[in-house]
């Protein structure tokens, strides 16, 4: 018995470690971090990454048990596999802002296709049998803009109460966010969800569920001005009404603009955000350098509130 119980008690150690109280930031270059858990490892599908750029042509992720060591995954898909991207005329496509869901044993990776400006943005899907890929693009877009809705930051929300599948998506200048119902086959919509414009919102929509309550977070203001932060709505159904619940994120002494961000939960039960920001440089002055991913903490309040998060260094 003594035996079984410390083979328990090795296993249940082995399972806590692979999540530390604390990460070391920033982890690498990049931005708009999709993170998810896969198999007790922390996977982040970013635009850019290490070596990456704003103008990036593909995409990898990046793998971690300890959230100080990552493992580049991939490539996961490549802009000139993506056979539909230049049938809109523009002169260059860019890919980024991903977004990630499982179903049924298959990963699906959703991103933004562009330029955004002045020709429509785009949402495309492709999908693969392992979350490194290869993913195959599924054949058209899923979304395109128009109108002042910029087809931007795909994001995909399984609803563990009602098995439907949201697509969340748009922002920027037309900070328009607009929520679609998925097919079950993950790369169609079955119908668009009419959703009030939660305040303060531009960008990056992220949605989680606790407890009950689903939690709308969505960055706020321009993508490298001072305001630029993570704000909050709740609801009781994940498509609203949202009641406007404020800032998660806000820049301080250190670090400028913390936005485009996940929320996951780990094995050992506590909350993680994974977000993008910039390193403030010395004294005042512009922002500098590339964007970094971060990973704090989020802890919530005795009544369900997210408590404002202090980011972390080293
Ligand atoms: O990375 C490009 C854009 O910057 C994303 O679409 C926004 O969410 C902002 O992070």
Redesign the pocket.
């Known amino acids: 018995r003594m035996t079984m119980l410390r083979l328990f008690l090795t296993a249940a150690l082995a399972t806590a470690a692979a999540v530390p109280a604390k990460a070391r930031n920033p982890q690498f270059q990049g931005?708009?971090p999709h993170a998810m858990f896969i198999g007790g490892d922390l996977w982040i599908f970013p635009?850019g990454g290490p070596g990456g750029a704003?103008e990036a042509d593909r995409f990898f992720a990046f793998s971690s048990r300890d959230l100080k060591t990552w493992e580049k995954r991939g490539e996961l898909i490549r802009r000139d596999q993506i056979a539909w991207i230049g049938d809109d005329g523009a002169p260059a496509h860019f890919l980024?802002?991903p977004g990630v869901a499982t179903r049924n044993g298959k990963y699906y990776l959703y991103y933004?296709v562009g330029p955004q400006n002045p020709t429509p943005s785009r949402i495309g899907v492709a999908v693969a049998d392992r979350p490194a890929g290869p993913y195959r693009d599924s054949g058209k877009p899923l979304i395109t803009g128009g109108n002042g809705f910029e087809a931007?930051?795909p994001m995909v929300f399984a609803d563990p109460r009602s098995g439907k599948t949201y697509l969340y998506a748009g922002?920027?200048a037309g900070a328009t966010l607009r929520v679609w119902e998925l097919r079950p086959d993950m790369i169609g919509t079955a119908r668009e969800v009419k959703v009030e414009q939660p305040p303060h919102f531009t960008?990056?929509a992220f949605v989680h569920e606790r407890n009950g309550v689903y939690y709308l977070s969505y960055?706020h203001g321009r993508?490298n001005g001072p305001d630029y932060s993570v704000h909050y709505a709740t609801a009781a159904s994940p498509t609203g009404p949202w009641r406007y619940r404020g800032a998660i994120l806000t820049s301080d002494a250190r670090h400028q603009g913390p936005?485009?961000h996940s929320i996951v939960r780990a094995r050992n039960g506590e909350w993680l955000i994974v977000y993008?920001r910039w390193e403030r440089p010395a004294g005042p002055g512009p922002f500098a350098g590339e964007r970094q991913i971060a990973i704090d903490v989020l802890r919530y309040g005795a009544d369900g509130t997210i408590l404002p998060v202090r980011m972390t260094d080293g």
């Open positions: 931005a708009d635009t704003w980024w802002a933004s931007i930051d922002g920027s960008e990056g960055s993508w936005g485009h993008h």
